[in-house]
């Protein structure tokens, strides 16, 4: 029984591990390549086009069937074998078609955004070194592969948002962001190695599968809080969730495209996954403290995009916000759509960053032909591009309605889902739970206004920057092919009919069902319907009234000077906090340890140095005035008697005679003394 | 009558005498005298002693040797003062301390 289901199962484990090696393959054969290749970017596009066309195959074999799990024996130390393999269940390959899909219309839009930069070719080793690592990691069954992967994503997104090396702020992001991962990164591994400590396995199939031993044996109680804590920090590193976001915001230094498929479509949504892999770990206790944390992150995250100018910088903030979302529903039990919010997330969120891209790319033309000294970043420059750009204001449109939640497209079923799903998780529970579902329906009217306000300052009304300069002419468009095919198939991806035949109601989501197994919340009728009338209503009213506040220019609701809107603007002060409390210690305590060790542990060594060399000095003066003063003694004597006796031989025959006679004297007068 | 002991005195002052010039002259003619005069000395104190044995005079006999000797003595260290001068054309004994050609 086993053979035969092996022999099925081999086909399926060899594509799956096919779509991992395809990106491998095309970032070695890329490094091979000089730095500037102009075939590279189509040698990892096909790379990544295999990946996917292997990646629906493998999906289709496994989703809602029995899940195949492949593994052999690693290595063997004292009695424990470790194995490694290849774990495929509904959760991996969504994430595996997921990954290769969002990672298709980027590699084809990374050919023509990327086109004019030096190192092209080094771009898409990096790229695709990303996308072995990421898928890598959704279909490892291995906790200690699962790390070494978490790390390599992490590094490729080090790498990649230091691309460009010579800006010194993505230096500085590049800089932050690992760091702040290395902390996530600690927990894991403290993590991991509790769970190892007290399973005595990394297969992620024995612990926490169907009859996983994560279900069945409790850790005792202490160890199993700092195990979460260190989940907890993983996932807020990696999934940019407070108090460990601040790194996200800067990342955006990176090229656009990778913005869009690194920090907001697949590796941030590694910490969600990561939820999604280590879900059996949690108590009830703690998920309600991910709720509360990822409820506070979306809120958060969401009221400092309100203010922001910078075009990336809101999408990042918005990023954030909706990883918050997905924390929270994972907190409430809403499992399945936390993970399809995931999903509709990835396509919705990158087709928004491709818009970014395409209209920093075109202001920054403009820019460079007028001579403007303008941030071709900052919308408050930006304007009236609608007409000239259709098909990328469409996108934006559709991305944006996305975002919001508005019915027909796809984040309406996966954000609603998890809106409804958080009321019903407070229904009966006291008013500080029934915070969190009024917060997230905060969130989502303030993501109404803040996208709004994106796409409004971008491509409504006049083009600002030419106030500056009367005589320039708005000549953008909507780009080469490169540019159009991506947003077309991310456009489609963002509406429902992917994901739901039925546009209203979020349960038919075959997504929604893949997971439903875990889902244990009453249902409460009234809030499926009351609830998505209510976001929507309010929704477009708030749409509304941010298009009469800039359009229109009507008043704003808050003075730009008032604490509200700078402390929004300033993005509640974290960076600022960060640096006080956090950096400055850290930096304060590495100079005292420098001072420590430059004075106290060198002054020591320096100490006993200068008394091996006084020692030696004594040594040396013992040496030079008795030991050879004593030879030289010896020598002067021998000397002195030497030139005594020589006077007597000078030559001189008298001079001999008389010493006879003195010496006979001598003698003479001796032997009367004696005598 | 003239005593052992007055020739002895005698014999000691020329001996004296012939050492002081031996030694303190710088003329190779006048260390000879000072020789001359110390071997005088002693072939005096011969014949002084000599008195002792009035049947074989031998002190006496041997004064005479020693007087020829004396003189044939002499003969050869004048040869070699002149020998001495005609190479260093000085006689001087401190300046003549070089005996290789």
């Known amino acids: 029984m086993e053979d035969f289901l092996q022999h099925i199962d081999t086909l399926t484990i060899n594509f799956a591990l096919g779509a991992v090696i395809m990106p491998l393959l095309a970032a070695i054969v890329n490094r091979c390549l000089p730095a500037n290749s102009k075939p590279s970017g189509w040698i990892s596009t096909l790379a990544i086009l295999v990946s996917a066309v292997l990646s629906i195959f493998v999906f289709a074999k496994v989703w809602n069937q029995h899940e195949v799990h492949q593994q052999q024996v690693w290595f063997t130390i004292g009695n424990t074998?470790?194995?490694?393999?290849?774990?495929?269940?509904?959760?991996?390959?969504?994430?595996?078609?997921?990954?290769?899909?969002?990672?298709?219309?980027?590699?084809?839009?990374?050919?023509?955004?990327?086109?004019?930069?030096?190192?092209?070719?080094?771009?898409?080793?990096?790229?695709?070194?990303?996308?072995?690592?990421?898928?890598?990691?959704?279909?490892?069954?291995?906790?200690?592969?699962?790390?070494?992967?978490?790390?390599?994503?992490?590094?490729?997104?080090?790498?990649l948002i230091g691309f460009w090396y010579t800006k010194p702020k993505a230096i500085i992001a590049n800089k932050k962001a690992f760091i702040m991962n290395r902390i996530g990164d600690i927990g894991l591994l403290t993590a991991i190695a509790i769970l190892f400590a007290s399973y005595h396995t990394f297969d992620i199939e024995q612990l926490f599968g169907a009859n996983g031993v994560v279900k069945s044996a409790a850790i005792s109680s202490n160890w199993q809080y700092v195990a979460c804590i260190g989940l907890f920090l993983a996932v807020a590193a990696k999934s940019a969730q407070f108090p460990l976001h601040t790194w996200l915001p800067d990342a955006m230094e990176g090229p656009t495209s990778i913005s869009a498929l690194i920090h907001a479509a697949t590796m941030v949504a590694a910490g969600v996954f990561l939820l999604g892999r280590f879900y059996p770990v949690f108590t009830h206790d703690e998920l309600t403290i991910l709720a509360i944390i990822g409820c506070f992150t979306a809120f958060m995250a969401a009221t400092i995009a309100l203010t922001q100018n910078d075009l990336k910088r809101i999408l990042a903030y918005s990023t954030i916000s909706q990883l918050g979302y997905m924390v929270m529903a994972m907190g409430i039990g809403a499992y399945s759509s936390s993970l399809f919010h995931l999903a509709t997330h990835a396509f919705f969120k990158c087709l928004l960053f491709l818009v970014a891209g395409i209209v920093i790319h075109e202001v920054q033309h403009m820019k460079d032909e007028y001579n403007l000294h303008i941030d071709p970043q900052n919308i408050l420059y930006m304007g009236g591009l609608r007409k000239k750009m259709p098909l990328t204001f469409i996108a934006s449109v559709v991305g944006g309605l996305a975002l919001f939640g508005f019915p027909l497209t796809s984040g309406y079923l996966s954000k609603d889902g998890i809106l409804i799903q958080s009321f019903e998780w407070a229904e009966g529970k006291d008013w500080l739970h029934k915070l969190i579902p009024i917060g997230a329906l905060l969130t989502s009217w303030l993501t109404a206004f803040y996208i709004a306000r994106l796409v409004i300052k971008v491509f409504f009304g006049e083009f600002k920057a030419a106030q500056f300069d009367p005589a320039i002419k708005l000549h953008v468009s909507d780009g080469k092919w490169q540019y159009r095919v991506p947003l077309v198939l991310l456009m489609g991806c963002s509406l429902f009919p992917l994901f739901s035949i039925n546009p209203i109601l979020y349960e038919k989501a075959w997504i929604f069902n893949g997971f439903s197994v875990i889902t244990a919340l009453d249902r409460v009728n009234i809030y499926h319907t009351i609830l998505p009338l209510l976001v929507n209503l309010v929704g477009v009213i708030v749409m509304y009234w941010a298009y009469a506040i800039y359009i229109k220019e009507k008043a704003l609701p808050l003075p730009e000077s008032g604490f509200l809107f700078r402390f929004s603007y300033r993005e509640w002060y974290f960076d600022k906090i960060y640096q006080k409390v956090i950096v400055l210690p850290v930096i304060a305590l590495s100079k005292f340890t420098r001072w420590f060790d430059r004075n106290i542990l060198d002054g020591f060594i320096h100490l006993l140095a200068k008394i091996g060399i006084g020692g030696s000095k004594i040594a040396e003066w013992c040496d030079r005035y008795l030991i050879d003063g004593f030879l030289h003694l010896l020598a002067s004597i021998t000397l002195g008697i030497g030139n005594f006796a020589r006077r007597f031989q000078n030559g001189k025959v008298q001079y001999y005679l008389f010493s006879m006679l003195a010496i006979i004297l001598a003698v003479f007068i001796f032997k009367i003394l004696i005598y | 009558m003239i005593s052992l002991s007055d020739?002895?005195?005698?014999?000691?002052?020329?001996?004296?005498?012939?050492?002081?010039?031996?030694?303190?002259?710088?003329?190779?003619?006048?260390?000879?005298?000072?020789?001359?005069?110390?071997?005088?000395?002693?072939?005096?104190?011969?014949?002084?002693?000599?008195?002792?044995?009035?049947?074989?005079?031998?002190?006496?006999?041997?004064?005479?040797?020693?007087?020829?000797?004396?003189?044939?003595?002499?003969?050869?260290?004048?040869?070699?003062?002149?020998?001495?001068?005609?190479?260093?054309?000085?006689?001087?004994?401190?300046?003549?301390?070089?005996?290789?050609?």
């Not at chain 1, 990327?114 to 072995?132: A, H, P």
Request: proline share 1%.
């Open chain 1, 81 to 159: 074998s470790v194995y490694t393999g290849i774990l495929l269940n509904n959760l991996s390959v969504l994430m595996l078609v997921l990954v290769s899909l969002v990672a298709l219309p980027v590699h084809i839009y990374s050919t023509a955004y990327m086109k004019d930069d030096d190192r092209y070719g080094r771009y898409f080793v990096y790229l695709s070194f990303f996308c072995f690592s990421m898928l890598a990691l959704v279909v490892v069954d291995n906790l200690v592969l699962f790390y070494a992967f978490w790390e390599l994503v992490g590094f490729s997104s080090y790498l």
């Open chain 2, 7 to 101: 020739f002895l005195i005698v014999s000691a002052g020329l001996f004296c005498i012939g050492l002081f010039v031996t030694l303190t002259k710088r003329n190779a003619i006048q260390i000879l005298i000072g020789i001359e005069l110390m071997l005088n000395a002693a072939i005096l104190n011969l014949i002084a002693f000599g008195k002792y044995d009035r049947f074989t005079n031998s002190g006496q006999t041997f004064a005479l040797f020693a007087i020829v000797l004396a003189a044939a003595t002499t003969a050869v260290a004048l040869a070699i003062i002149l020998n001495v001068y005609k190479k260093y054309k000085t006689i001087d004994p401190d300046k003549t301390d070089q005996l290789k050609d």
